[in-house]
């Protein structure tokens, strides 16, 4: 079955203790993307990538990394987390730039 | 700055009815659009989506009507159905795309047996 998985779904950690979400497709797709969604705010890009080893910043990146050196993998990074990164996140993928996106379930971070 | 606008928080319709979505956008760059569905617990789904270079796309119960002189699109559903009920987001790209997508803050549907 073609999905985009990301791990863990829920997690609520401490201010500055460094977490990974980890997010995985079987698709192939060359693009991947990591969203943040906030109430009032919808869907905010934070980073996305175009290929292995390729990645940019999306519209709010401040807090963040990501690395792609696998296809299938794209890990979103809080160094430091802060409370204003409480939020729900979503991964994506998908086969180019004009096409329909692939979203993971979500992985609900709270930051106490 | 809201690039993608959607004005309406949430619309209520009656089933059988048309249920229309609207989105509007400030960049003109834009020259993809595309709907997503979202439920509750779940990520987006893809729904429709429309190239600048048309003002109609047709899909089943859906259709986005893009009018690019307003910057303005909509979705309409018909007939509505209460599977149809949720979260709709209309999202946006530039050309060159590369997955840099814009998406606007989603409008609740509700669809009323």
């Known amino acids: 079955e073609a999905q985009v998985t990301q791990n863990p779904r829920y997690l609520i950690t401490v201010t500055g203790k460094k977490l990974t979400v980890t997010c995985s497709q079987n698709?192939?797709?060359?693009?991947m993307s990591w969203y943040r969604q906030d109430p009032g705010l919808g869907l905010r890009q934070i980073y996305y990538?175009?290929?292995?080893?390729?990645?940019d910043k999306g519209d709010v990146p401040e807090g963040y990394k990501v690395s792609r050196k696998e296809k299938r993998n794209f890990p979103l990074i809080l160094e430091s987390p802060s409370p204003n990164q409480t939020s729900l996140y979503f991964c994506?993928?998908?086969?180019?730039?004009?096409?329909?996106?692939?979203f993971g379930q979500g992985t609900r971070l709270t930051v106490v | 700055d809201q690039q993608v606008k959607q004005n309406s928080p949430s619309l209520s319709v009656q089933e059988g009815r048309i249920s229309i979505l609207n989105c509007d956008y400030t960049?003109?760059?834009?020259?993809?659009f595309l709907w997503y569905k979202k439920y509750p617990a779940e990520g987006p789904t893809f729904l429709i989506s429309i190239s600048s270079i048309k003002d109609k796309n047709e899909d089943g119960r859906f259709t986005v009507f893009l009018n690019k002189s307003a910057k303005h699109l909509s979705l309409h559903i018909v007939p509505s159905q209460p599977g149809d009920s949720a979260v709709y987001f209309c999202?946006?790209?530039?050309?060159?795309?590369?997955?840099?997508?814009?998406f606007g803050i989603g409008t609740k549907l509700q669809v009323i047996p």
């Open positions: 698709m192939n797709h060359e693009y």
């Open positions: 994506a993928s998908s086969t180019g730039g004009y096409t329909e996106a692939f």
């Open positions: 990538s175009m290929n292995v080893e390729v990645t």
């Open positions: 999202a946006a790209s530039v050309p060159g795309g590369y997955q840099k997508v814009t």
């Open positions: 960049n003109s760059m834009f020259d993809y």
